[in-house]
Each structure stands twice: as C-alpha cells, then as structure tokens.
C-alpha cells in the first residue's frame, strides 16, 4: 500500500532544517509539502501530491464506507435476552470489549483532531486524518447503537474505563504517552520535539489501533466465528477493517519522518519505543486475562497472550524495530478476516456502485 519510493524522493537533504523551518522555506516554493513544519494555517495546496500512500488511504477509506445501522442486530437481542444462550463468561468478554472501545475510539478521535492535525501539515495527510476522523466518529456511534439495541446501562459501560482496572490502565497510559503533545505550548521546533512527536505517534496509532484494539478484536470475532452475537462480531469486523487502514497510514506517516529526519533515530530512541511498546503488551495480556479469566470458545488468556506478542512483533517491525517476542500466530484465522472483509457480502454492491459513480464521464 505504501508509496515508498515516493517518500524516499522527497527525503531533502536537509531535511532536519526541511522539517522545521518549513513555513520560511516554503516562501522559495521548496519544501512545504514535508509531513512537518508547514505553516499550520495557511490554505493547503494538495495537487501535486508529495505523499501518494496518503491519497491512497484516503480512497481506501472512502470505498469502504459503511454505517452501523446497515446490520441487524436482531438475532443479537434475541440470544443476549433469553436466559442461557451464553455463558456468564461470555457475557462477561462482551461487556468488557464493549466498555474498552465504547470510549477508546472517542480518545483516538480527541487524538488525532486536537493534536496529530494540529502537526502533521502536509495537506494529503491532513485530508486522510479528516477521513480517519469521520471513520472514529462511525465507530463512536457503532457502540452507541449496540448499546442502545442490547439496552445496555449507559452508566455502566461508558465508566467501564474507570471501573474496570484493566481498562483504565490502558486508557491512561495512552493518555500518559501523549498528554505533553496537548500542552498548547508544544512546537515541533527541533529534533527533540520531533522525538517526542514521533513517540505520541507510536502511542496513538502503534499502541492504541495497533495493540490495544487487537485482543478484543480476537476476542469478539471468535465470537462471530461461533456464531454468537453475530451482529456485534460483523460490526467489530468493519472496526478491524477500517483499523487496518489506519494503522498502516499511521506506519507510513511514522517511517516518513524518519526518513526525512534521521538524526531522530538514535538507538537510545529506538530502546525507548522498543520499551514502551513491551509495556503496552504486559497491559494488553492484563485485559485479556480479566476480560476472559477461564477462558471460552476455545480461547484461553494465554492463547490471547500469544496472539499479542506476536501482533507486537509485526508492529516493532513495521517502523523498523527489532521484534521481541518470536511467538507463533495462534490465530491465523485474523489475517484472513482482514483480507477476506475488503470483498465481502452486501456491502460490496454498494462499494461498487461508488466506484461506478466515481468514474462517470461528463
Ligand atoms: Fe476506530
Ligand atoms: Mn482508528
């Protein structure tokens, strides 16, 4: 998916002064279409395009658009009220994913409006990050309506983050990672505040999209697999979808600044997302092992566990860290249900149609 040699040809020599000293470069016509450093507020030129893995993910992302009422959640209410169609556990595990994204994807939302736009001036990422931010406001609104049809007490899952401990120390050590990029003092002005921007970076999307949403995902799509709670589990299936693309968008976007700022990547640096990526994982094995303490549907915690690591090794990898883990994929089911999903069932004629009115002549 990524354009690589696209964003290799723009690595300016300088591109330490590139990054920083944009808004005056860009006075000469040079070097304002850098990820960083371009005026904040000034209109976006985005033709020509520099980034063009950016203008892909956006039209990824716009054929894959769905919305939450598309699927029954009929078959759901049905099993969740009758009296034994699941297992306490079982209920448990949907409780607990519920009340970890019911708010996790309004802090991605807070994340990427109020500080990554804020920074990453590059007008084709910015129009990705509208469109990422659009798809975080769909998966607001995707657990409002599983709340709503399963009738779920509000105040129950929506303070599951301060509730529930495994939650809540999720949520906060993202908040943790990020909460200096909020500071409305913060300037990306030289090549430690890049560090501490591309640190956040790695927060929101490598930690959050890409650890933290994964074991539930495993979780709730095992489910789907059993064929329990179907509508639920064919809602997290879009989440993942969308998520996939996110989180590849937020590789690319990580891997760009540091090409075009490579003093960054000092091995100090490289030990300090290394470690705190290792932490996100002890964390996410905690939530599995509360979320599903006996295990069912043939997961064990420490299956999850397994899977997690081995998710954190293709995450370290992606940015160019040395993975730590070397646990084999118990899962390899996952991977199919990311792809197979790009073609699948009903919404397919939909996306169609968009392409077909996309490409009607004039
Ligand atoms: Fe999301
Ligand atoms: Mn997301």
Not at 234 to 248: G, K, M, N, P, T
């Amino acid at each position: 998916m990524s354009d690589k040699k696209t964003a290799s040809e723009n690595i300016n020599t300088d591109a330490f002064v590139g990054a920083t000293m944009g808004a005056q470069k860009s006075q000469t016509g040079k070097k304002e279409k850098n990820v960083l450093g371009s005026s904040q507020t000034d209109p976006n030129k985005i033709l020509p395009i520099t980034y063009k893995w950016a203008r892909e993910y956006y039209k990824q992302g716009v054929s894959n658009n769905w919305s939450p009422e598309e699927v029954s959640m009929q078959r759901d209410i049905e099993l969740w009220k009758s009296k034994d169609g699941l297992t306490e556990d079982e209920r448990r595990m949907v409780l607990w994913n519920l009340g970890f994204f019911s708010t996790a994807e309004s802090l991605t939302a807070n994340n990427i409006v109020l500080t990554i736009y804020k920074h990453v001036t590059n007008p084709e990422c910015r129009q990705y990050l509208l469109r990422q931010a659009f798809e975080e406001a769909i998966h607001t609104d995707t657990f409002i309506y599983c709340c709503d049809s399963l009738s779920l007490n509000p105040d129950e899952i929506y303070n599951m983050y301060l509730t529930i401990p495994s939650i809540e120390d999720k949520d906060r050590f993202v908040v943790n990672i990020t909460q200096s990029l909020m500071d409305p003092n913060f300037r990306i002005t030289d090549e430690k505040s890049i560090q501490k921007f591309v640190n956040d970076l790695v927060g929101y999307y490598i930690v959050m999209e890409g650890i933290f949403f994964y074991a539930g995902f495993a979780m709730m799509l095992s489910m789907l697999r059993n064929n329990k709670m179907v509508g639920v589990g064919e809602q997290f299936q879009y989440i993942l979808r969308d998520e996939s693309v996110h989180l590849a968008f937020g590789v690319d976007l990580i891997n760009t600044i540091k090409e075009e700022n490579p003093g960054i990547w000092t091995p100090e640096f490289q030990k300090e997302l290394t470690e705190t990526i290792q932490k996100a994982v002890e964390f996410e094995k905690k939530y599995a092992e509360d979320s599903i303490p006996r295990g069912i549907l043939g997961l064990r915690p420490d299956v999850v566990s397994q899977y997690v690591e081995h998710i954190a090794d293709r995450r370290l990898e992606s940015i160019g860290l040395k993975p730590q883990y070397n646990a084999k994929n118990p899962f390899p089911w996952m991977s199919e249900v990311i792809d197979l999903s790009k073609e699948k069932n009903f919404f397919e004629s939909r996306v169609t149609e968009y392409q077909q009115g996309g490409s009607l002549g004039w």
